[in-house]
């Protein structure tokens, strides 16, 4: 299995899904690293991402509609640092973190579960 995973192509996509205008998925690439792909239906174009295997855990988009993806996130409030992700010269280095800096930019800190709308604007 490992010289499978660690094989350097691409293997089979997983976590299909689609709005109008985008098809997302993801795929174990080279080096068994996840590689997640947003593809734009109406022009042929597309970006591509790489989680490191040092990386926080990666997006995980669980279902989709017409217009948004959907994922759910789950704050650790006894391990997070809210100071971080609320100082203006922090950078996010993953969609994950960008979504925790601006969900902890609010006041409702009770709840520790939290379902996020994404809606992907690309210009080329």
Same mark, same amino acid.
């Not at 948004?68 to 950078?91: A, M, V």
């Not at 409702?108 to 210009?123: C, G, H, M, Q, T």
């Given at each position: /299995?490992?010289?499978? $995973?660690?094989? %350097?192509?691409?293997?089979?996509?997983?976590?299909?899904?689609?709005?109008?205008?985008?098809?997302?998925?993801?795929?174990?690439?080279?080096?068994? *690293?996840?590689?997640? @792909?947003?593809?734009?239906? %109406?022009?042929?174009?597309?970006?591509?991402?790489?989680?490191?295997?040092?990386?926080?855990?990666? $997006? @995980?988009? /669980?279902?989709?509609?017409?217009?948004?993806?959907?994922?759910?996130?789950?704050?650790?409030?006894?391990? $997070?640092?809210?100071?971080?992700?609320?100082?203006?010269? @922090?950078?996010?280095?993953?969609?994950?973190?960008?979504?925790?800096?601006?969900?902890?930019?609010?006041?409702?800190? %009770?709840?520790? $579960?939290?379902?996020?709308?994404?809606? @992907? *604007?690309?210009?080329?």
């Amino acid at each position: /299995m490992k010289n499978y $995973l660690y094989s %350097e192509y691409y293997k089979l996509p997983i976590y299909i899904h689609d709005t109008r205008k985008f098809i997302y998925f993801s795929s174990i690439g080279p080096g068994a *690293k996840q590689n997640d @792909f947003l593809f734009n239906i %109406e022009n042929c174009n597309g970006i591509h991402w790489t989680y490191e295997q040092n990386d926080n855990d990666p $997006l @995980f988009i /669980m279902a989709s509609d017409d217009e948004f993806f959907y994922t759910s996130i789950y704050i650790d409030t006894e391990s $997070l640092n809210y100071s971080s992700y609320s100082d203006t010269s @922090f950078k996010a280095n993953n969609l994950t973190d960008y979504l925790l800096k601006n969900i902890c930019k609010t006041n409702d800190r %009770e709840n520790k $579960l939290f379902v996020a709308k994404i809606k @992907f *604007k690309i210009d080329y």
